[in-house]
């Protein structure tokens, strides 16, 4: 399994960014792929998430209505596009991803790690990518 974040940089406040994630070495209706950043002195959180194959999406509430998640199964790609970006949007941002389901005999279970974005439940991360946002 790997993943390849790529798309930061510096962009001014109110401006917009478009983050990629390209996954590889698994299938991306058993897996979400979720979006984390970590600020200087801040602890890690999740900011985004997609599974089901793109049918499921989660955000956390600082970037709700802001950003958005999306992928593009044909090309193993999961996008997060930022609007209306703040200071506070400043950090590191990886892409992680950990198996959402698996079949258990007949049944399928299903762990929906966009629920909660914990950061132990995604197995395989991706390097970062460093996003400014400034004035």
């Known amino acids: 399994v790997q993943l390849q974040a790529s798309g930061g940089g510096s962009v001014q406040i109110g401006g917009s960014l478009r983050l990629s994630c390209v996954a590889a070495?698994?299938?991306?209706?058993?897996?979400?792929i979720a979006w984390f950043r970590q600020a200087p002195g801040k602890e890690r959180e999740g900011v985004s998430c997609?599974?089901?194959?793109?049918?499921?999406?989660s955000y956390s509430d600082s970037v709700k209505g802001r950003f958005t998640i999306s992928s593009d199964n044909a090309r193993n790609t999961v996008y997060l596009q930022m609007n209306s970006v703040k200071p506070e949007d400043t950090a590191v941002y990886s892409c992680?991803?950990?198996?959402?389901?698996?079949?258990?005999?007949?049944?399928?279970?299903?762990?929906?790690?966009?629920?909660?974005?914990?950061?132990?439940?995604?197995?395989?991360w991706g390097q970062g990518t460093l996003v400014t946002v400034s004035s």
């Open positions: 992680a991803t950990g198996r959402d389901r698996l079949m258990d005999g007949n049944k399928i279970v299903i762990f929906d790690l966009c629920a909660e974005m914990i950061t132990h439940e995604f197995r395989y």
């Open positions: 070495g698994f299938t991306s209706d058993d897996y979400a």
């Open positions: 997609i599974s089901n194959g793109g049918e499921r999406t």
